[in-house]
């Protein structure tokens, strides 16, 4: 037991200086009107009533939750049958898709995402394929659906490893026991696979929720720096306008976002295997 304690000495003392002291001083600095002068230091709510009461930012936390929503509601309906296809191939295929989906995450994001500014741009790889085959130039760079596209490459990996992980833990007597009684393709999947994998769906969920919601790398390259995300605010603050208190009390909002988040995840993915399957079946 104290060796084991020693062990986590490192561990512990990591967590505190870059976790702890910095959620600390993003609390102090969230509630204080003064951070930087020690003398004057006033505790105050305002940064908090300025966010709320302000239009422009409640519709740029908005705007942040619905592409986060979007993103990961596409995750889900392109990673799932992705996932589901590699599990059911054998070890050695299985482990080479699996490379292939984990490649791209090897490339920084910077360089994947300025790939994709070069594919969408007027000039760009889909535009001369729109001019060849003759239809009229549209315009996907620095728009929704560029964002979008961006959030989703880059994030769709977590979302296709967590679900074909819990697949290829699944126990297969299952569907075999469900054949023998009789049960077609369609039912012992949505009475069997489907249930059992949704503990990777929603640990995917989260894995892509959480990073898109407060994501301003993308957005701001994808959409041209003028298209403003929750991140890009809380960017924005910190080096532009050094409004440090403000940038806080916006980290710390968007940090009580994430946590709920998580638990609501957290408790939808409660229960045992057998359960899942009783309320699959039913």
């Not at 993003?26 to 105050?44: E, P």
């Not at 599990?87 to 791209?104: A, E, G, M, Y």
């Not at 979008?148 to 074909?164: A, R, S, T």
């Amino acid at each position: 037991m104290k060796t084991f304690k020693r062990l986590t000495i490192p561990y512990i003392v990591w967590i505190t200086l870059m976790i702890v002291i910095p959620m600390l001083l993003i609390v102090f600095y969230a509630f204080t009107k003064t951070g930087n002068d020690v003398v004057s230091i006033q505790f105050t709510l305002e940064h908090f009533q300025k966010f709320f009461t302000d239009p422009d930012f409640l519709r740029t936390l908005w705007l942040s939750l619905k592409i986060a929503f979007i993103t990961t509601i596409i995750c889900i309906l392109l990673g799932y049958p992705v996932a589901y296809a590699i599990s059911q191939c054998d070890t050695k295929t299985r482990n080479l898709l699996i490379l292939l989906v984990t490649l791209p995450m090897w490339i920084n994001m910077l360089v994947r995402t300025y790939a994709w500014i070069g594919i969408l741009a007027d000039n760009g790889l889909i535009s001369h394929i729109f001019n060849f085959f003759g239809f009229e130039p549209t315009k996907l760079l620095y728009t929704d659906f560029s964002v979008i596209l961006g959030m989703v490459y880059n994030f769709i990996p977590f979302m296709i490893l967590q679900i074909e992980s819990s697949l290829a833990k699944m126990d297969k007597s299952l569907l075999d026991a469900a054949n023998d009684l009789g049960c077609n393709r369609m039912q012992r999947f949505l009475n069997i696979t489907l249930p059992l994998s949704l503990p990777g769906v929603i640990t995917g969920i989260t894995l892509v929720f959480l990073p898109a919601v407060s994501s301003f790398v993308i957005p701001k390259l994808m959409g041209g720096g003028g298209y403003m995300m929750i991140g890009n605010v809380i960017e924005n603050q910190f080096i532009t306008v050094g409004e440090w208190n403000f940038g806080s009390a916006i980290s710390m909002i968007m940090a009580v976002i994430i946590m709920i988040s998580m638990y609501i995840t957290r408790r939808l993915d409660k229960g045992d295997d057998g359960a899942r399957i009783r309320k699959g079946g039913r």
